[in-house]
Structures are given as C-alpha cells and as structure tokens.
C-alpha cells in the first residue's frame, strides 16, 4: 500500500557550499535505518564525480520513514554555478531546510536561494549546523538571521554546549534535554537565563501567528503544549514562524530533532497547494483528483536508461497505465514506479499525490513537462532558471564524432536544462552555455566519462562586422582566354553606406543593355560572396548599398560565372577605397546587485568602454544598466565575481553595432585575441 498524503513530508535541503546539506541529509537517512551515525556508501552523493571533488554537483533523492511519516528528501548543490537544481527543488518541495554554517551562516547563495524560497513561497525551518566549531556562536547566529530574514525566525531549541563542547539540546517546547541519548526534563545548568528569554521570544511569536492564540496569551493564560505545538505546525505552513534548530550533522547531535520537527510540524502537500495549470487555476493535492504529475529532474542511468522524477500533484496512478505529454500531444505508459534512495530504485505500488515517485524510459517526455490522463490534459509552468553566464563554443575533438558529441551534449543538457546548447548565426558555432565556468566544463567532463566521446571548448567569437564611411566607384574586369570559348564579364558599381542595421542594398541602374538582364543576378551574387569576408578583418560586410551602373559583354564568351566575379571584383576594389570601417557589438547589460557595490560596479563598467545607462531599485537590491563592447564582456562573469564575492547577478541581450574608433582597431582585436586565449586556459 502506498503511503497517503497527509503521511507525506518533501522537504529540500538548501544552503550554501560546505554548510553540510548533504551531511545532515545523510545523518537523517543513518538515523531512519537505525543506525546510529550517517548512512553508508554515499547514498547522497553518488556519482563519481561529486565523490572525487567532495561537494554536490547536483540534486540527489532520497527518501526514509520516521515516526509515522515518509519523508522525501531532495539535496540540493550548494555552489552557484549548480544553483538551478536547489531552484527547482524548491517549486517541488512543501518546505525547505535552511542549513547555514555557524561560522559564516550568510553568504551569497545563502540570499539568492532565501529570495528564490520567498519567491516560490515555501516555508523554512533553518538548522545551524557545525556548532561543534571554533567561534560557533548560536545566539549570535540567530540574531544574524533575524537582521537578514525578519522576526519570524525564533530558535526552536538550544545547544548545550560550546564549540568542541557542544554536547546535546535542549528542546523548548518540549522542555528536554537531549544529551548522548539521554533525556532530561531539567534546564541544563548555566542556562536558565538563555532558556527563558528564548521561552518568551517562542510564545510570542507563536501567539503573534494566530489571532486566538494572541489573545489568549495578553490575557495571561497560558499556552498548552498543544497549543504550541498546533500553532508551531500552522505558524510553520503560514510561513509566518521560521524555526531555528541547533545541530552537527558530523557528531549527530541534534539531527533527531530536526527530523522531529519536519515529521511533526512540516507542512504536508495537503496543508497548501502551491500548484496552479497554465490557466492559474489552483491544482489541490487530492488523490481522488485527476492525475497529474510533473516531471522536475531526469537522470541518465547507464543501466536503466533515462531515469524521470515526478512530483505527483494530484490524483493516483498504478504501474502500466497510460497518460499523455500535454506539450507533445504523445501516450506514455507509466511503467515500474519506484522510489529513489540516491541511486537506488525501492519499487513502489502505485503513485500517488503528493509523493516523489521515478520512473524508467519514458519515451517523449522531457524535464518540467507534465503527464496527465487523456482525458483530463493538465500543464504546469516550467521552473525559471538562472540565465547563463559562461559561454563556450563546442564541436568534437576527432573528426567524424561530431554526431555523438553532439548527441551527448544534448542529453546532458537534458538532466540539467540550466545548460543550453544553441547555434549562433553570425559565427556559425555552436554554443553551449551555463550558469558558471565550472558548471560549463563539469558537464564537457561528464560527456567525456559516461559517453567516452571527448569536446573541444574554446572562446566563442565575437562576430564583428565591417562597412563603409563614404562613397566609391570601382570596375570588375574578368577577361580569361585559354582557347576556344573564353571568359568575360565587365561590371562597374558605385559603393555607397547605408544607415546602422540596414543591411544590404542591391540597385539595377543599368540603361541600354550595357549588361544583358539575364547577368544582373549573377552580378548582385558575386558582391554578396564578396561581403562574407572584409578587407579590414575578414569580418562580413553590413550597411552597404550596391549600385550597378554600367558594364560590357561579349556575345559568346560572357557567361553568369563570369559576371559572377567581375561582380566580386568590382566590390572588393570599392570597398578598399570607400573608407572601411569596423563595427562592434554592444551589449546590453543589467547588474543586479547590493546597493553598496554599485559604485564599483559602475567603475568597472566604465573601465570596459562601457557607457551608464541609469539605475534602478528592485526590492532591496539595484539594477546598474549599461551598453558595453562586446569583446569587453568575455571574462565578465569571472570578474563581476571577483568584484562583488559573488553577491551580484547580470543578465546581456544584444543591443547594436558601433564603429570602433580608428585607434582602437588593433588594440581590440588584440584584446579579443587575449581574452580567447585566457578564458580556454
């Protein structure tokens, strides 16, 4: 039988790098088996390459039972170059599990995942791990935490214990301490003041949360325990009360009870609905609903194939049954459900809403689409992810594998669609991007391990262009005589510019049959040849217009391949003596960041030729806009993070093309030559 879903806790770990997500996650799953320290063999971080570089690469599942309650877990990456997965953990969580280090509990991702969770609108529970640590000071940790994210946060329990001391906690709702397995119902001593001013924060924020409650406490009666207990449970689901918890995941202290707290005062997936259709209806979590579930990850396993997770939102389904793709109209059978234990699969009777459920080769269906039965088609709306910040052109190293690269990149990019792979038109290569340079090259190292095919990364080029400042006549004489028929084509034009974005321009001016009709076309086909490459550069050739004035033919050696390159010809002789010029592109870009680095963000900026376009308040942070030189933002994304420790985001769209001042010329192409050479380094 399947558990049901008021029995089901999905909670997300998030957090940033080396707060310990992944030990503590491990320590609750060692706990549920009953063990008495973490689960053995990596349950979490499985895959080889996040065992070799000791830190999540990406979302692992795992699933356990405590006290009645079947807990899904989804670990998250901690670095921001992985930070898509914890943002789509987050849409398929009920709660997310804050974990921040005691040593530094606020740092970049720790914000950014924060303003994602607020944003999804999830409840939080943080745990504050590492409090066994030098300089580990829990009250000075929540009172940061209460700065940064609101009164709301109050400590649930506290430690016993100091730094190498720390011992045990002590529960104040319950009014235990829990020490080496031991229970108390004594506040432990030395700490009856701390006991009692976090006692009176507690209820007054549990009373704040519920009108009966608040009135009750002004009133001066006292609180029961299930009281707090149900108000604790509803401040929780009303994001309303965000709990602090004290542990060390590494000596399992305090891991039982934040396990406690997410079996007995998490939200299930039936205490709010967080789900709407693409018509924004809301989609409760009723298992005797329509069925319809979401795809949020796909794993690539070499054994069972393409392995895809679904959050069951609504209804309930068995193996074998069929359903539909909505977004490709296609019938995919729902075949052997199971549950994922990190890379394990546990079968499972049915899927039922509210569960994390996998399943193995589905044929047509992709991450964040929905199945659905037939007759009731449902879509939910794809996660927003983190634009791209890193850009790499891509192509095979052996010639003739250019198939299977590709094939194996596209695959990648379907386990992690915060990657994207797409073909630029101006440079013809094709680029794959993704949310950091590490992020870029795990996945090229990826396709290398489980695909045995190895990818050629290099700088993606900058597509400049050429055009001219004034106006010029040229001729092109083809003349060939080899024996018998010859070759001739004689073709005079006029090169003139045309305005920023134009394009091209092609005028017939020809009178008195000085070039047959039939020649013309091949004339305008030689000179657009001619524009793919410039003199100055060898960039193409924009923002021109042809003139095609005058010329000769000859009755029987004239032909259009000859016209052909006289058009050519003509064109390149004109360009030379119509003032060419090197037109660069400008970027559009936007800076999202803390008031306090803007300063240095615009100076940057302005270091980069960049030109300021004004700033913005969005919430508690700016937006700094600019227009900057392409060729200056090769390295950006390194240097914003360097610049800012990471605490800025930046988004570029193309904007137009510029000339490039005449003195300037060799030194940019110089610099994008560097900046090639730096970032494939």
């Not at 010809?569 to 800076?591: D, G, I, N, T």
């Not at 610049?643 to 003195?663: D, L, M, Q, S, W």
């Amino acid at each position: 039988m399947s558990v049901e879903p008021e029995h089901i806790r999905n909670v997300c770990l998030i957090g940033h790098r080396g707060s310990g997500k992944t030990a503590l996650g491990e320590a609750m799953l060692g706990l549920a088996s009953g063990r008495q320290g973490p689960a053995t063999g990596n349950v979490l971080d499985h895959a080889e390459e996040e065992t070799e570089r000791g830190m999540t690469l990406g979302m692992s599942v795992a699933h356990l039972e405590w006290k009645g309650r079947q807990v899904n877990v989804l670990d998250t990456p901690g670095d921001g170059g992985f930070i898509a997965d914890a943002f789509v953990a987050q849409r398929v969580a009920d709660c997310a599990v804050l974990v921040v280090h005691a040593q530094d509990p606020i740092q970049v991702v720790t914000e950014r995942v924060w303003r994602r969770g607020k944003k999804e609108d999830i409840p939080h529970i943080v745990v504050v791990n590492h409090l066994d640590r030098e300089r580990a000071d829990f009250y000075d940790v929540v009172e940061r935490l209460r700065d940064r994210f609101g009164q709301a946060v109050v400590p649930l329990n506290l430690p016993i214990g100091k730094e190498g001391d720390f011992k045990g906690v002590y529960g104040l709702l319950s009014g235990i301490a829990f020490v080496d397995g031991e229970q108390t119902n004594e506040v432990p001593a030395g700490m009856e003041e701390e006991v009692e001013n976090a006692r009176v924060l507690m209820l007054e924020t549990i009373a704040e949360s519920d009108d009966t409650l608040l009135e009750k406490y002004l009133e001066g009666e006292e609180l029961t325990t299930g009281e707090m207990f149900e108000g604790i449970r509803k401040g929780i689901a009303d994001g309303l009360i965000i709990p602090v918890l004290a542990a060390s995941a590494e000596k399992m202290i305090g891991v039982d009870r934040v396990l406690d707290v997410i079996a007995g005062s998490a939200p299930s997936p039936m205490d709010r609905s967080r789900w709407t259709n693409e018509d924004g209806e809301e989609v409760p979590c009723d298992p005797e609903g329509p069925f319809a579930a979401y795809v949020f990850k796909t794993f690539v396993d070499p054994y069972a194939g393409r392995l895809s997770v679904l959050r069951v939102v609504s209804g309930r389904c068995r193996s074998d049954e069929a359903l539909t793709n909505p977004r490709t109209g296609s019938t995919e059978r729902l075949g052997g459900i199971s549950h994922l234990m990190g890379k394990e699969r546990i079968p499972a009777d049915e899927a039922v809403a509210g569960d994390v459920i996998t399943v193995a080769k589905l044929r047509d269906t992709h991450t964040f689409d929905t199945l659905s039965r037939p007759e009731a088609p449902m879509v939910f709306a794809p996660v927003e992810l983190p634009e791209p910040t890193t850009a790499f052109a891509v192509g095979a190293k052996t010639r003739g594998e250019e198939e299977k690269v590709f094939e194996a990149i596209r695959k990648v990019a379907d386990e992690d669609p915060s990657l994207k792979l797409e073909r630029s038109g101006d440079t013809g290569e094709d680029i794959l991007s993704g949310l950091a340079q590490m992020h870029v090259e795990f996945a090229i190292e990826r396709i290398a391990r489980r695909y045995g095919v190895e990818v050629e990364a290099r700088a993606p080029k900058v597509p400049f262009k050429e055009t001219i400042s004034g106006v010029a006549q040229a001729q092109g004489r083809y003349k060939k005589q080899t024996g018998g028929r010859g070759q001739f084509g004689d073709a005079r034009i006029e090169l003139s510019p045309l305005p920023r974005g134009s394009g091209f321009e092609f005028e017939d001016a020809i009178v008195g049959g000085s070039i047959p009709r039939q020649y013309i076309p091949a004339v305008e086909k030689g000179v657009i040849e001619a524009m793919q490459e410039g003199a100055l550069a060898g960039c193409p050739v924009v923002d021109v217009k042809v003139r095609l004035y005058d010329g000769a033919f000859h009755s029987v050696d004239s032909s259009e391949m000859a016209f052909k390159v006289a058009g050519s010809m003509a064109f390149k002789h004109a360009f030379s003596q119509a003032r060419p010029v090197l037109l660069e592109p400008y970027v559009k870009v936007e800076v999202l960041a803390p008031a306090e680095l803007v300063g240095e963000i615009m100076g940057d900026l302005s270091g980069r030729r960049g030109r300021p376009m004004g700033i913005e308040q969005r919430g508690e942070r700016q937006i700094v806009q600019a227009e900057v030189p392409q060729v200056e933002m090769l390295t950006y994304a390194r240097d914003l993070r360097s610049i800012t420790g990471g605490r800025a985001n930046f988004h570029i769209e193309f904007g137009h093309y510029e000339e490039v001042p005449p003195n300037l010329v060799e030194k940019v192409l110089a610099a994008n030559s560097t900046e090639v050479a730096e970032k494939v380094s």
